[in-house]
Every structure is written in C-alpha cells, then in structure tokens.
C-alpha cells in the first residue's frame, strides 16, 4: 500500500505542470486526497484536498485559480495540475490520503503520504 508523486521538475515562471499521484495496494478513487508542499526551512503547508465524491477544498487561497485537481481513475491516480508558477510555489509537492471519503482538516489527518516530488520555479 503506498502513494508515489511523479511530475516534478524546473519551469520558468509563469508555466505550468502536472503532477501525478499514483496509489498502489488500493483504490484511490475511495479515498480523498489531498496535496501539500514543504519549501526549504519551512513547515509542510496543505493546498488542497478532494473527497471522494469530487468535493473540493482549498487550504489556501494562494492556489485558488491556479491549482486544479482531477481524478484518473483508470490508472488510478489523482492529478495536480499547476499553472502561472511563481518562484515561491518552489517545494518538494506531497500526495496523502486520508484513508476515509472526507478531506481532513490539516496534515495531521491524512495518514498515508507519497515521499515527494520537486517542484523549481525559476524567474
């Protein structure tokens, strides 16, 4: 049973990427989810989550208009998709699943979590 985050990368500012969350041992789909990013020297900080149903919840408003999320239930993962990345959106990008159909209320909730995936913005 695991989570693995795949998609990171270096992109200038203003672009775009898509990271992956993929589960292996489970379905997903069952789940909600939620992504998080760790800057360097700062706490791990919650974006934003989706239950089960397709509910969505943003931690932070600094992601709203810029961060979408979407299941691909056919390869089991959950999608994050970034755009208009700025320099401070640089950070290690994390999946975790609740283990149960609602978001959590922060981190610590969510009990399952992928081990990362880098994001650089450069500008």
């Known amino acids: 049973v695991q989570l693995v985050e795949s998609g990171g990368g270096s992109v200038q500012s203003g672009g775009s990427l898509t990271l992956s969350c993929t589960a292996s041992g489970f379905i997903l789909d069952y789940y909600a989810v939620g992504w998080f990013r760790q800057a360097p020297g700062k706490e791990r900080e919650e974006l934003l989550c989706?239950?089960?149903?397709?509910?969505?919840?943003f931690y932070t408003d600094s992601v709203k208009g810029r961060f979408t999320l979407a299941r691909d239930n056919a390869k089991n993962t959950v999608n994050l998709e970034l755009n208009s990345l700025n320099p401070e959106d640089t950070a290690v990008y994390y999946c975790a699943t609740t283990r149960s159909v609602v978001c959590g209320l922060g981190v610590s909730d969510y009990g399952l979590w992928g081990r990362g995936t880098l994001v650089t913005v450069s500008s």
């Open positions: 989706m239950s089960s149903t397709g509910d969505r919840t």
